[in-house]
């Protein structure tokens, strides 16, 4: 069956550009390649944003990490501070794959950008991304004074991958109790590794991000097959038993994406557990539409979760 007539008619050009992943163990290093091109070749918007690299110390026996750091030029306040995690299905991508969006994400709302560059699995399976994410969260947490950041006000979030390192951070955050995370910003989260064992959605995942691409992550990720009993909530962070505790979030997904209903069913289950959640669904988009930045979808995912992020951090 094709979803083909689902599609947002100004999404259709994206589908010839960005046909499915054809991806796997033997065909990784030529995606990355290709992900890591892509991003190099992406124009540089004109914004009043400073970017700095800085490597900082890894968790215990683990190497360090590198950053990106966005600040807002002008006079420094106590600004709000966002942890990004790029995306990737955990298995490829680079902070400088998201440098466009977060440079206009911090002319536009004057937070401070910290953007994680962690370990990619097959190499570094869980727990390694997630430790160098929580590793950045406690720097920026600890630097928060040198960076005019408000530690009260500091908020974690992603793409795909990176809104499911997001969730699993916040999980870490809570459980651990040694950092305090004031919002998620979880953006077509990849959460749950038993959406490839499931009874599949007949309109979904046939566009970018496919069923034979989201096995491969997960099992990269937990370096075993997905689906099976005993997976960490740290890892996949649907497999939580509770989620009560956990800082307001915001989940945004396209109808046609595969991550539909573990992304529905994770807001169902904040709200459930009394957490704050605020929940889209854009009609006719696959996973990664927003790419096609022109498109009035496209437009309506951007304006929604900036404000959401921005009330959040207000």
């Known amino acids: 069956m094709t979803t083909r007539h689902l599609v947002d008619p100004e999404l259709l050009p994206m589908l010839d550009m960005f046909p499915a992943f054809q991806i796997?163990?033997?065909?990784?290093?030529?995606?990355?390649a290709g992900v890591d091109q892509m991003s190099k070749a992406a124009p540089i918007p004109d914004a009043p944003v400073d970017v700095a690299e800085r490597r900082?110390?890894?968790?215990?026996?683990?190497p360090d990490i590198r950053l990106l750091?966005?600040?807002p030029r002008g006079a420094a306040s106590r600004r709000a501070g966002f942890l990004h995690i790029?995306?990737?299905?955990?298995?490829?991508?680079?902070?400088?794959?998201?440098?466009?969006?977060?440079?206009?994400l911090v002319a536009d709302i004057g937070c401070v950008i910290v953007s994680v560059?962690?370990?990619?699995?097959?190499?570094?399976?869980h727990p390694g991304p997630v430790e160098d994410c929580y590793a950045a969260l406690k720097w920026l947490h600890a630097n928060a004074a040198s960076l005019d950041v408000d530690p009260a006000r500091i908020a974690v979030g992603g793409e795909s991958a990176g809104g499911g390192l997001a969730a699993a951070l916040a999980l870490l955050a809570r459980d651990?109790?040694?950092?305090?995370?004031?919002?998620?910003?979880?953006?077509?989260p990849m959460l749950d590794d038993r959406t490839v064992a499931a009874d599949p959605h007949p309109y979904t995942g046939e566009y970018v991000w496919t069923p034979a691409a989201n096995l491969f992550g997960w099992a990269a990720l937990l370096g075993h097959e997905p689906g099976i009993d005993g997976v960490s909530p740290y890892a996949a962070a649907a497999r939580a038993d509770s989620l009560a505790g956990l800082p307001p979030a915001y989940i945004s997904v396209g109808a046609l994406d595969l991550f539909l209903d573990?992304?529905?069913?994770?807001?169902?289950?904040?709200?459930?557990?009394?957490?704050?959640?605020e929940m889209h669904v854009y009609p006719g988009a696959f996973h990664g539409f927003d790419m096609m930045a022109g498109a009035g979808v496209s437009r309506a995912f951007g304006r929604d979760y900036r404000e959401a992020l921005r009330r959040a951090l207000a």
């Open 117 to 125: 560059d962690y370990r990619l699995s097959p190499e570094t399976p």
């Open 86 to 104: 790029h995306g990737g299905g955990y298995v490829m991508g680079t902070p400088e794959m998201s440098d466009a969006r977060n440079r206009l």
């Open 24 to 32: 796997a163990s033997e065909t990784l290093p030529a995606v990355r």
């Open 262 to 277: 573990e992304n529905l069913d994770y807001a169902r289950r904040l709200a459930r557990d009394g957490v704050p959640v």
């Open 176 to 188: 651990r109790g040694e950092v305090p995370v004031a919002f998620q910003l979880l953006i077509y």
């Open 56 to 62: 900082i110390a890894g968790s215990e026996g683990a």
């Open 69 to 71: 750091i966005y600040t």
